[in-house]
């Protein structure tokens, strides 16, 4: 079964500081695979998306990296504010198929 | 502004009581999607339609039924409401090989069944 994993469930850090939320996947044949953020009571905002051909991605100070033959992606951010504090999901497409499986995310506080 | 509106933003149903979920996108979007948002379960997929005048189960489609009514709008049915169906509902859109950020998610719909 295709299943998205992410580790931690949930973050609390200091203003400032550099942190990393991982996302693994059990069938590493995936076609693409995306960041989103969600705020309390909101939709989803995508931040980066990957191609299965590509290692990383870049975004300001987001910064998400693929290992395909290990099934993993991260997502680095540097110099986290109060602002950055939400739900981050991550979510794998497979080839020939329309639909994204999502992992249950990550929810981040940055305390000031 | 250019996006994913979902109607209405909240609503409460007893069992049984039946209701459409609305969707409709602005950005001339091929792809629409519905998912469901569960506590500890993530988002998982109801129903999907590739185009105008297909659609197509996902995860979890029992208990719910869609119409592509046009390109712009994706509705979803619930015809006799249970409890297993309290969820955020999301509506999604997409253009099949366009823009590096693909998705669009509308802010969703609270549903609570009593």
């Known amino acids: 079964k295709q299943e998205v994993t992410q580790i931690p469930a949930a973050l609390s850090v200091p203003e400032g500081e550099n942190l990393v939320l991982n996302c693994s996947f059990t069938?590493?044949?995936?076609?693409?695979l995306q960041w989103f953020r969600q705020d309390p009571g909101k939709g989803l905002t995508s931040l980066l998306l990957i191609q299965s051909s590509q290692r990383e991605q870049t975004s300001g100070r987001l910064n998400a990296s693929l290992d395909k033959s290990s099934g993993r992606s991260t997502l680095y951010i540097a110099a986290s504010q109060p602002g950055d504090s939400a739900t981050y999901l991550c979510?794998?497409?497979?080839?020939?198929?329309?639909?994204?499986?999502f992992g249950t995310g990550t929810r981040l506080q940055v305390f000031p | 502004n250019a996006g994913v509106t979902q109607t209405p933003k909240f609503q409460v149903l007893k069992t049984g009581q039946s209701m459409t979920l609305q969707c409709a996108q602005d950005m001339n979007h091929n792809s629409m999607y519905w998912y469901r948002q569960d506590p500890g379960m993530g988002l998982r997929l109801i129903y999907y339609?590739?185009?105008?005048?297909?659609?197509d189960k996902g995860e979890v489609p029992n208990g719910y039924n869609v119409s592509r009514l046009n390109k712009r709008e994706f509705s979803l049915r619930l015809e006799s409401a249970a409890p297993s169906q309290t969820s955020v509902y999301f509506c999604?859109?997409?253009?099949?090989?366009?823009?590096?950020?693909?998705?669009?998610f509308g802010s969703g719909t609270r549903l609570t069944v009593v």
């Open positions: 339609s590739a185009s105008e005048g297909t659609t």
């Open positions: 069938d590493s044949a995936i076609y693409n």
């Open positions: 979510a794998v497409q497979y080839p020939n198929t329309d639909k994204l499986i």
């Open positions: 999604a859109s997409r253009s099949v090989g366009g823009q590096v950020y693909g998705y669009t």
